[in-house]
């Protein structure tokens, strides 16, 4: 009864609010058939995954479907990018929707090889870090065994010492040869060039000893390098292969106008419903605040009820 008496005593608010979602609906519908046409490119990828396993897959294609949503993969289209997981097949489908038939094909290979690159591209740009590391140590230990090699006035400041110790061991036998057969003279000959050689041999041996650090330092950091290079290698040659493997998108393909027309009009639709309902329901939550101070001047003006009169011969008790 009290629905029947309010939709009774608000019919004319109601028909009128009813005009809103169906305006809106209208407006919307129309937005939407006024737009220019969109074509739709997609392309189906199998996800390369670091394992066999049901996880390993799953997970590669979750992590392919989030790079797609990143503004790094989105910045390679002009128009909507979505993709979504074809069953446990491992396959993902990345659907590129523009209003450009002539670049919506390539937006999705761009997009699709993009995301894999960010993919499978990991590993190679950690390797390429390894091979920049490699390189800048490379090149400094070489700067540091060039000024070892400048102190020591030889190229190879090893090959120096070696050579040193040997003839400093010839010349000392050599003296002692002399010693032992009474030829005095002959052995203090020999005395100036042993003192060189020993002076030249306690110079060299701090840098010698620098020198042999500092190049297993060298060979370490060409080691390195060696294998950084190597994986960027296989991590490309990996990334290249997927690509190779995608085959072509599907497309281009003029998207039907009726769904977008119809979602934007039912979508309007309920938001209008809504905002009558709300300024219905405030109309009438003003009007029911309003009732209590109509009811005021039938008071005394002090907010005290007014008394009834007395019947004729009653006393009033």
């Not at 040193?164 to 060039?193: I, K």
């Not at 290698?233 to 497309?251: H, M, T, Y």
């Not at 039907?256 to 119809?262: D, K, Y």
Request: aromatic content about 2%.
């Amino acid at each position: 009864m009290e629905i029947a008496e309010f939709v009774s005593r608000r019919r004319r608010l109601i028909a009128a609010l009813a005009a809103v979602p169906l305006a809106a609906a209208v407006v919307m519908a129309g937005l939407a058939l006024r737009g220019g046409p969109t074509y739709r490119a997609q392309q189906v990828v199998a996800v390369p995954s670091s394992g066999e396993a049901a996880s390993s897959r799953l997970q590669a294609m979750t992590d392919f479907r989030e790079l797609v949503g990143t503004s790094a993969v989105r910045n390679t289209v002009d128009g909507t990018l979505t993709a979504r997981q074809l069953g446990l097949s491992g396959l993902v489908a990345v659907r590129v929707e523009s209003s450009s038939r002539a670049d919506v094909v390539d937006d999705v290979k761009a997009a699709t090889s993009k995301a894999l690159d960010l993919l499978l591209g990991g590993d190679r740009r950690v390797a390429e870090g390894e091979v920049a590391a490699a390189d800048a140590q490379i090149a400094d230990v070489t700067g540091q065994l060039d000024a070892i090699a400048t102190q020591a006035g030889h190229p190879l400041p090893r090959e120096r010492y070696e050579a040193v110790l040997s003839e400093l061991s010839q010349l000392r036998v050599t003296r002692e040869e002399h010693v032992a057969a009474g030829e005095n003279g002959a052995a203090g000959a020999l005395d100036a060039s042993i003192a060189a050689l020993e002076a030249e041999e306690s110079a060299l041996a701090p840098l010698v000893a620098q020198a042999d650090v500092l190049n297993d330092e060298l060979a370490a950091a060409r080691t390195a390098r060696a294998t950084a290079a190597q994986e960027v290698v296989v991590s490309q040659n990996q990334l290249d292969a997927a690509v190779a493997g995608l085959g072509e998108p599907v497309g281009p393909t003029r998207v039907p106008r009726r769904p977008a027309v119809l979602k934007a009009a039912v979508t309007a639709l309920v938001l209008g419903t809504i905002i009558a309902a709300l300024l219905l329901a405030l109309v009438e939550l003003v009007s029911r605040q309003e009732r209590p101070s109509a009811g005021a001047h039938a008071n005394n003006g002090s907010g005290v009820p007014a008394e009834r009169p007395v019947e004729a011969g009653s006393t009033g008790w």
